[in-house]
């Protein structure tokens, strides 16, 4: 069955700093990979996603990500935090003989000033 | 544009009441899904609906029952709330396979006591 999984349940940084989300998946088959944004009493919102091509993907809110099939990850990236990114993030996996995500445990993301 | 909408917002319920949760899309979608979420487990499908008139069970689909009333809406009853039912339900739908976005509605919060 598939599974995703995100290690880091809360992560702390500065305002400026650089963000790094981590997200692993299981499965063989090459995954559809998405994460999502959940801000305070919010629905979800999708940041970006992959299916093929170009491993790293651009999304929204400068956001990106790197699909590395070696390693069976798909982490989330921002150069730079702004205190609006602090919201709890979902990664998700799906794959095409399935018709249903699966999503990870999130993270939450706090911004200090 | 409304996107995804769902009735309530806030409900409890006492054990043993039932209750249906409302959800309805504008966007023409063919697959709508119902997901819980609860603290540190991410959200979990409960039931899916790949088109009208079609529903199947997901993850933790026991104590639920669905109804596709059409394309537009997806409904979820409880039949007989219990506290482990406790949770923010998050109703969602795409149009076609997973490489589409799914929207997502802005959650109902249920407390049984």
């Known amino acids: 069955a598939q599974s995703v999984t995100q290690p880091d349940i809360h992560i702390t940084v500065s305002e400026g700093a650089s963000l790094e989300l981590r997200c692993n998946y299981s499965?063989?088959?090459?995954?559809?990979l998405f994460w999502y944004v959940q801000s305070p009493g919010q629905g979800l919102q999708l940041l970006l996603k992959?299916?093929?091509?170009?491993?790293l993907v651009q999304g929204i809110k400068g956001f990106e990500a790197e699909f590395k099939r070696s390693q069976s990850s798909f982490n989330l990236r921002k150069p730079s935090v702004h205190w609006s990114d602090a919201a709890e993030y979902f990664c998700?996996?799906?794959?095409?003989?399935?018709?249903?995500?699966?999503f990870g445990s999130g993270t939450q993301l706090t911004v200090l000033p | 544009n409304a996107g995804v909408t769902q009735t309530p917002k806030f409900q409890v319920l006492k054990t043993g009441q039932s209750m249906t949760l409302q959800c309805a899309q504008d966007?023409?979608?063919?697959?709508m899904y119902w997901y819980r979420q609860d603290p540190g487990m991410g959200l979990r499908l409960i039931y899916y609906?790949?088109?009208?008139?079609?529903?199947d069970k997901g993850e933790v689909p026991n104590g639920y029952n669905v109804s596709r009333l059409n394309k537009r809406e997806f409904s979820l009853r409880l039949e007989s709330a219990a506290p482990s039912q406790t949770s923010v339900y998050f109703c969602?739908?795409?149009?076609?396979?997973?490489?589409?976005?799914?929207?997502f509605g802005q959650g109902t919060r249920l407390t049984v006591v």
């Open positions: 969602a739908s795409r149009q076609g396979s997973l490489s589409t976005e799914a929207f």
């Open positions: 966007m023409n979608h063919n697959s």
């Open positions: 998700a996996v799906g794959y095409g003989s399935a018709r249903q995500l699966t």
């Open positions: 499965y063989g088959a090459t995954p559809y």
């Open positions: 609906s790949a088109s009208e008139g079609t529903t």
């Open positions: 992959y299916f093929s091509g170009d491993t």
